[in-house]
T-cell receptor, first 110, second 115 residues
């Protein structure tokens, strides 16, 4: 059974304090790993898709990396507007339905 | 690109009535659409998956006669909550995937309140 585990469940940072969110996965034949940001009362906003180990993608203060077992979402010098829940999902080769983790709730204090 | 819209964004209805939620992919053809339900401070719960022109595939525990899903075109899917009851009150979110991509793009969600 495909599994996706995100850690930590919640993270509080001071503005400017860089950190990383983790998404570990157990799937057969990874076809894609996805990161989303979700603000309260809104649908998830797409951030990145990673396809193979070693791949990295960046967008502003965010950088996503991928290994064979996990992905990290690095947040550099976060700002209060980065506060949100970050969701990770994986698409395995044997399924057309992605599996979502439970998310990491990030709060950045000014 | 890859914009998905939902309508309405929020709806209040009386118990026993039916409510239809529309999900549209605005700039791509969605071969697959997903419907999720989300309770406060919880993660997404997949309700069903639909492919254009085919019957939806429902997740275990989701009543197909209560949550009617139609995916009649490559840009439109609808979710109808039939005979809604207060326990159906929730945040419903659709997503769409197409164009040969694995990435799914989400709509902004619909808040349903059943009185």
């Amino acid at each position: 059974e495909d599994q996706v585990t995100q850690s930590p469940e919640a993270l509080r940072l001071q503005e400017g304090e860089s950190s990383s969110l983790n998404c570990s996965y157990t799937v057969s034949g990874l076809r894609g790993l996805f990161w989303y940001r979700q603000d309260p009362g809104k649908g998830p906003e797409f951030l990145f898709t990673l396809y193979s180990a070693g791949e990295e993608k960046e967008k502003e203060r965010l950088k996503a990396t991928l290994t064979k077992k996990e992905s990290f979402l690095h947040i550099t010098a976060p700002k209060p507007e980065d506060s949100a829940t970050y969701l990770c999902a994986v698409q395995a080769g044997g399924s057309y339905i992605p599996t979502f983790g439970r998310g990491t709730s990030l709060i950045v204090h000014p | 690109g890859a914009v998905v819209s939902q309508h309405p964004s929020w709806v209040i209805c009386k118990s026993g009535t039916s409510v239809k939620i529309e999900c549209r992919s605005l700039d791509f053809q969605a071969t697959t659409m997903f419907w999720y339900r989300q309770f406060p401070k919880q993660s997404l719960m997949l309700m069903a998956t639909s492919n254009e022109g085919s019957k939806a595939t429902y997740e275990q525990g989701v009543e197909k006669d209560k949550f009617l899903i139609n995916h009649a075109s490559l840009t439109l899917s609808t979710l109808t909550v039939t005979s809604a009851h207060p326990e159906d009150s929730s945040f419903y979110i659709c997503s769409a995937r197409g164009g040969g991509e694995e990435t799914q793009y989400f709509g902004p969600g619909t808040r349903l309140l059943v009185l």
